[in-house]
C-alpha cells in the first residue's frame, strides 16, 4: 500500500513570497491533517478535512495560510506572505477515521526554509 | 504550557544502554500514543495505550500508561544505533496533540 506522498521534499524561498505544498493521501483515507513542525517541537495541527469539508482550522494562520482539498483526495497548502518564522517541516498525514483510536499516517514532509 | 511535558529533551547514549523516557501531564486521557519520527521522515506509530497501569511490549522496547492515565513511560533495553530518533507522546482530543519530544541518540 502506497504510503501518504508530499512534494516538494525542500523549499528555500525568501521572506514575503509564496509557496505551496502537496499531499497525496493513502488511498480510502477520508480524513486529511497539516501539521506544522518546528524545530525542537512536536507537530502542532494546521487544519483537518474530513472529504473536501474542514473540521478543525482553529490554529491556521488565516491571513496568510489557507488549504483546500478538491474531490477529498489531493490536497495543497499555501502560505502567502512567508515570514521568517514560518522555516519549518509541513507534514500532511491522513486517516481512516477521526473518532476513538485511530492511528495517522504521515508523509514525509516538506522543508521550508524562509530566507 | 504544554499539554504533556516529555522528559528529558535530549538524551545521548552509548550502544547497548537502557534508557527511560517520560510523558507527564496533568490532565487524564482515555488513550495515549507514541510515535518515533527518524531523520527527514514522518512521525511513524508505535503503540497506542488505553488502560491505567496497561504495560505493551514492542520488542526491546516497554511502553507503560499511568495508573490514573495522565502519564506514560518509554523504556529501551539495549539500545542500538537505529533506536535513534524523535520519540512523541500525543493524546487523542478530538485533534492529535503531541509533546515537544525527547531526541535520542545512540552512538556505535
Known amino acids: 500500500e502506497a504510503g501518504v506522498a508530499q512534494s516538494p521534499r525542500y523549499k528555500i524561498i525568501e521572506k514575503r513570497q509564496s509557496v505551496a505544498f502537496w499531499c497525496n493521501p493513502i488511498?480510502?483515507?477520508?480524513?486529511l491533517y497539516w501539521y506544522q513542525q518546528i524545530l525542537g517541537q512536536g507537530p502542532k495541527l494546521l487544519i483537518q478535512?474530513?472529504?473536501?469539508?474542514?473540521?478543525?482550522d482553529s490554529q491556521l494562520p488565516k491571513d496568510r495560510f489557507s488549504a483546500e482539498r478538491l474531490k477529498g483526495v489531493d490536497s495543497t497548502l499555501k502560505i502567502q506572505p512567508a515570514k521568517l518564522e514560518d522555516s519549518a517541516v509541513y507534514l500532511c498525514?491522513?486517516?481512516?477515521?477521526?473518532?476513538?483510536?485511530?492511528?495517522?499516517?504521515f508523509g514525509p514532509g516538506t522543508r521550508l526554509t524562509v530566507t | 504550557t504544554q499539554l504533556l511535558e516529555q522528559s528529558p529533551q535530549f538524551l545521548s547514549i552509548q550502544e547497548g544502554e537502557n534508557l527511560t523516557v517520560y510523558c507527564n501531564s496533568s490532565?487524564?486521557?482515555?488513550?495515549l500514543q507514541w510515535y518515533r519520527q527518524e531523520p527527514g521522515e514522518g512521525p511513524v506509530l508505535l503503540v497506542t495505550?488505553?488502560?491505567?497501569?496497561e504495560v505493551k511490549k514492542l520488542k526491546r522496547l516497554t511502553f507503560q500508561f499511568g495508573d490514573a492515565r495522565k502519564d506514560s513511560s518509554l523504556h529501551i533495553t539495549a539500545a542500538q544505533p537505529g533506536d535513534t530518533g524523535l520519540y512523541l507522546c500525543?493524546?487523542?482530543?478530538?485533534?492529535?496533540?503531541f509533546g515537544q519530544g525527547t531526541e535520542l541518540s545512540v552512538k556505535p
Open positions: 498525514a491522513s486517516s481512516l477515521r477521526d473518532r476513538g483510536i485511530y492511528e495517522q499516517y
Open positions: 488511498s480510502g483515507h477520508a480524513t
Open positions: 478535512f474530513q472529504n473536501n469539508g474542514v473540521v478543525d
Open positions: 490532565s487524564v486521557f482515555s488513550s
Open positions: 495505550v488505553v488502560t491505567g497501569g
Open positions: 500525543a493524546v487523542q482530543g478530538g485533534k492529535l496533540i
